[in-house]
């Protein structure tokens, strides 16, 4: 055996391609093959969620390899003579923070044994054992190993904003499936913003009827996602964002607002005024009703109350909220934010919730049972974990974001980068256990449901790893190593964050032929860090987002192919390098003659100088790499015009060329 733990190994040779990397792993000689009559053994007594995700393994195994697996179904029974997957564990687990979600993988003979204290540690055995099937040219196999696994931290979440963009009900459980199948265990669910009232609600039904478009869940559909959330070991916490965010609610409830005017959904991004009015007893008449149906709908523990960007403005025109904050002694409007997040968190105590809320609730007086949810980046001025470590210190439970705002478009290296709590942090071991965890952030205002998926995914799968692999796993050729396999398999479990390219691509050229379009998009992607959509104001919620830029993601995998072999060509200016960078060039100019093939329409049109651009740099790199003398003033140019994003998509393969050319 050979033993690869934490960051001292080196993978190739084993063709195991985990994500996240276990603690511990050991990986044997033999494999063990996949066979029709291999059997899943469950306990007799066995909950709801391992019947649901030992079922779900079995078909997914069978996916992946197309064997015909005779016994489709969990049993109870072993038969020995038969290749047999044994799940054990002591007692069903609990979807609360600090819950037990380690797991053991052992084989021995044709057993594979996954052992765990709760069912959660066995779902993410499961998950692990998919994971670890891999192919000969023959037969299908688990690679034979042994593993010991927990997660570094109890909270790895996602949060998906539905407000931006209403996300139906198919997407939202597709990506909890890809959330399970890299153990993250936590769906932040942005309810409501300014652009939409997502949640039903029976008692003040006007919410969702003048604040949503007609896009919103019903309590039927919230609880049909808690429960299968439930079957695969995650929890859901809900976010009513309050009292900012608001433009949606107040459309419904305009007697609820700070400042008299007219309200009605908002169609741009950004940080909006509107905000609910903290002194008007209704308010919390109002928010009181509706926590008393919103709560029963989620088992979690934790609603989340927002509370973040509201800047006041209206309140400080409101002769009745200062006079109000005079009387109470309010100095500020965070001490009535503060006032008012005491009054929700009693609301929410009746329902037998607490509070987690965006750092902003963090104000003096704000009782220590509030999770703090730290975001607040570099942007802003402050440094990435400033209001986490004040939060740690001052007694509060928390959870980060800052660094892994995914619809930033940036490389996945930017996030796997980010340590939510490096060892030489300034905290006590006590300080440091109220660091739950972390939590990726899809904000959706340019993300649809038929582009969601890869905003999030396959980025989400290395940040997976961040949040529950040991803090020494930085490796990042083996992340890039693993990552396709990763993202493929996140496919085959019915994300759509590849395929659904290929739809937007027919829509762009009216035709099947799209082969132009795709060797030019694996070295476009979309601008980055609020560069697209500059003031909110360009995309409206209604806007197209099934541009070239919506068919892009980060990382584009040509470039980065591309960027590597430039580096290796610099350091080493070999015929052999050369060579490998030529036909790079070559390709994308006989891109550009195939995409002047397609029939003209004004999508395509748009485009065109991107793809210009590429060739005719590609072309006169090749003049430069062969010998031939070109102008420094062409270059120049060339270069700026490439530079230039063309429909918010950049060519990511620039700094290379100019490597090239100068
Ligand atoms: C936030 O990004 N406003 C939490």
Redesign the pocket.
């Known amino acids: 055996m050979v033993l690869f733990s934490g960051f001292s190994f080196a993978q190739t040779a084993t063709s195991v391609y985990l994500m996240p990397w276990p603690q511990s792993l050991e990986v044997a000689q033999g494999h063990l093959k996949i066979v029709p009559n291999i059997q899943l053994i469950i306990p007799n007594d066995s909950s709801d969620r391992i019947q649901f995700s030992a079922t779900q393994f079995l078909r997914n195994l069978s996916n992946k390899t197309g064997v015909f697996i005779t016994n489709g179904f969990p049993l109870t029974v072993v038969d020995n003579s038969n290749t047999s997957i044994i799940i054990k564990y002591d007692r069903i687990g609990k979807l609360e923070i600090h819950e037990d979600e380690s797991y053991q993988i052992s084989f021995k003979n044709n057993q594979i044994t996954l052992t765990s204290v709760t069912d959660l540690g066995a779902l993410h055995a499961l998950e692990t054992l998919l994971q670890l099937v891999n192919n000969n040219e023959s037969y299908f196999y688990s690679q034979e190993v042994s593993i010991q696994d927990e997660p570094r931290f109890t909270w790895r979440g996602l949060m998906i904003d539905v407000a931006r963009h209403f996300q139906p009900v198919d997407v939202i459980k597709r990506n909890l499936r890809g959330m399970a199948s890299v153990k993250m265990n936590v769906f932040h669910w942005h309810l409501t913003d300014d652009q939409g009232f997502r949640i039903e609600s029976k008692l003040y039904p006007k919410l969702q009827e003048l604040g949503s478009d007609g896009l919103y869940y019903t309590h039927e559909q919230i609880k049909d996602i808690v429960k299968y959330a439930d079957n695969l070991g995650i929890m859901v916490i809900p976010e009513i964002d309050i009292p900012g965010h608001a433009t949606a609610f107040l459309a419904a409830y305009p007697e609820l607002a700070s400042k008299k005017q007219d309200y009605s959904i908002e169609r741009n991004a950004g940080i909006f005024h509107p905000t609910l009015n903290p002194i008007n007893p209704k308010t919390y008449e109002v928010l009181d009703g509706l926590f008393s149906e919103i709560a029963p709908l989620f088992t979690s523990k934790y609603v989340h109350i927002g509370g ?2 509201n800047e006041g403005k209206h309140w400080d025109e409101n002769p009745l909220i200062q006079a109000f904050k005079l009387k109470h002694g309010f100095k500020t409007n965070h001490d009535l934010q503060t006032y008012f997040n005491i009054k929700l968190e009693k609301i929410l105590a009746k329902y037998g919730k607490k509070i987690m809320g ?1 750092e902003e609730i963090m104000t003096p007086n704000m009782p220590t049972s509030a999770i703090i949810h730290s ?1 607040k980046g570099v942007n802003e001025g402050k440094k990435p974990l400033t209001s986490l470590i004040e939060a740690a210190k001052k007694g509060y439970q928390t959870v980060l974001s800052n660094g892994f705002y995914i619809d930033l478009m940036q490389p996945v290296q930017e996030h796997y980068a980010v340590n939510p709590l490096p060892s030489n942090l300034d905290l006590s071991p006590t300080e440091r256990k109220r660091v739950l965890g972390a939590e990726a952030t899809l ?1 959706s205002e340019l993300a649809t449901p038929l582009t969601i998926d890869s905003r999030i995914w396959p980025r989400t799968a290395a940040i997976a790893e961040r949040f529950w692999s040991s803090e020494n796993k930085q490796d990042l050729q083996h992340l890039q190593e693993r990552l396709p396999y990763i993202s493929d398999q996140l496919e085959q479990l019915g994300l759509t964050h590849n395929s659904y390219k290929n739809v937007l691509f027919r829509n762009i050229t009216k035709s099947e032929n799209i082969a132009p379009l795709q060797i030019l998009s694996k070295v476009c992607e979309p601008l980055k860090i609020y560069t697209r959509n500059k003031g909110g104001t360009e995309y409206q919620s209604y806007s197209p987002f099934t541009l070239f830029a919506d068919a892009c993601t980060p990382d584009a995998t040509d470039a980065v192919l591309f960027n590597l072999a430039v580096e290796l060509f610099l350091k080493s200016p070999t015929e052999n390098n050369k060579k490998t960078i030529l036909k790079w060039l070559k390709k994308w100019q006989a891109n550009h003659l195939a995409f002047k093939k397609l029939t003209v329409n004004p999508l395509i049109k748009n485009i065109t100088p991107l793809s210009k651009n590429l060739a005719v740099l590609s072309e006169i790199t090749q003049q430069k790499l062969t010998g031939t003398a070109v102008d420094s003033n062409t270059i120049k140019a060339l270069l700026k015009a490439a530079t230039k994003d063309i429909q918010d998509v950049e060519l990511t393969v620039i700094s290379s060329f100019t490597k090239l050319l100068y």
């Open positions: 973040d960007e965006w975001w904000w």
